[in-house]
């Protein structure tokens, strides 16, 4: 801990993910090696440096516990003479202590079937979850708890900031406890006093009919747990749905390609199609052309909102056989002749 990481990165603590983000990308531009070349060894050394804080401060887990060992350095929690109130006084509304839970992303991954009739499903998702060795608390077992003498158990102080229409008193979080109103004798060995590790939990996710690819679904309480017991964030999904080779979705309407033989083409007949909703027999009228668009009504996708249904396009495609038999190419080769082909331009 003898390097401060946001001196570092050139930052203040109070800076967000991005500005973390920002800092430590212009700093790599400047100090890798590799645009080092005449002091290599040092540059390597500076690099490797930035390099471990921006891995911390990236961290949201990492970042706690890091500025909890922040606070413990600097201002003598542990020591027998705890800060004084020398710039404010203790507050006596709620303490500040609870946070919110970070929001979780993840990439829901179904079928083109699913994505029609609904899914539930069940998903290990990763996220900060409660430390079951300390409750939570962030103290070591067995250990006792106090209240924070300097905020006196509120976590937050007033401080008196001069305005134009005189002095108002600002909340400001309390330095010595960090905002938890409480002192730890030992931190937990697991979490390090922040109640929380990295972990899974298991998520039950119901997507409705007709849910789109790229949708994303948000389930409010189901994120990242809360330091000090604070509200959970929330759990953002990305629905990602798996393609299929004759299908496609338009909207709310429903694409099926369906090859059918020449002479059905020709004469008319039945194709039987399959759809998602199961088989269903079409009537294929004489001389039908290739990429013709049957139309049925209200059998596409359900609209994920209303419920109200898009309709199903059957493309059918004229499909030449793979084999033919002597007979059938002699059969084909008269056709071809009584409609006027000419012979030596279908490369016989």
């Not at 212009?26 to 490797?48: Q, S, V």
């Not at 060992?69 to 509304?93: D, H, I």
């Not at 992303?105 to 998903?123: A, C, D, P």
């Not at 708890?145 to 309390?174: D, E, H, W």
């Amino acid at each position: 801990m003898a390097d401060d990481y946001y001196v570092i990165l050139g930052i203040e603590e109070d800076a967000t993910q991005d500005d973390v983000k920002r800092a430590y990308r212009k700093l790599a531009k400047i100090m890798h090696p590799d645009l080092n070349k005449n002091d290599p060894t040092g540059a390597a050394e500076t690099f490797k440096k930035v390099k471990e804080a921006y891995e911390v401060l990236s961290n949201p887990l990492k970042r706690e516990k890091y500025d909890l060992e922040l606070m413990r350095r600097g201002s003598g929690l542990f020591t027998s003479n705890p800060p004084q109130q020398s710039q404010g006084y203790a507050y006596t509304g709620p303490p500040l202590a609870p946070q919110r839970g970070s929001d979780v992303k993840l990439v829901m991954k179904i079928l083109f079937q699913e994505s029609f009739t609904g899914v539930k499903k069940g998903i290990d998702v990763k996220m900060p979850v409660r430390c079951t060795n300390c409750g939570g608390s962030g103290s070591a077992p067995g250990t006792p708890v106090s209240s924070c003498p300097t905020c006196r158990g509120s976590g937050a102080l007033l401080q008196p900031v001069q305005t134009p229409q005189g002095y108002i008193n600002q909340r400001i979080v309390c330095t010595t406890c960090n905002g938890r109103g409480i002192l730890m004798q030992n931190f937990c060995q697991r979490c390090s006093g922040i109640g929380l590790v990295n972990g899974s939990e298991n998520v039950v996710i119901s997507l409705p009919p007709g849910v789109e690819d790229g949708a994303i679904i948000k389930l409010n309480g189901k994120g990242g747990y809360g330091l000090g017991n604070g509200p959970r964030g929330d759990l953002l999904i990305t629905v990602n749905v798996e393609e299929v080779p004759n299908m496609k979705r338009v909207d709310n309407d429903l694409y099926i390609e369906e090859s059918i033989s020449l002479p059905k083409a020709v004469f008319g007949g039945k194709q039987r199609v399959f759809t998602l909703e199961g088989r269903r027999t079409l009537r294929i009228p004489p001389m039908t052309r290739s990429r013709t668009e049957f139309l049925i009504e209200s059998e596409g996708f359900p609209d994920p909102v209303t419920g109200e249904h898009g309709d199903l396009y059957v493309v059918v495609y004229i499909d030449p056989p793979e084999d033919l038999s002597e007979g059938a190419k002699k059969a084909l080769k008269k056709f071809a002749m009584e409609m006027g082909e000419d012979l030596n331009d279908l490369g016989l």
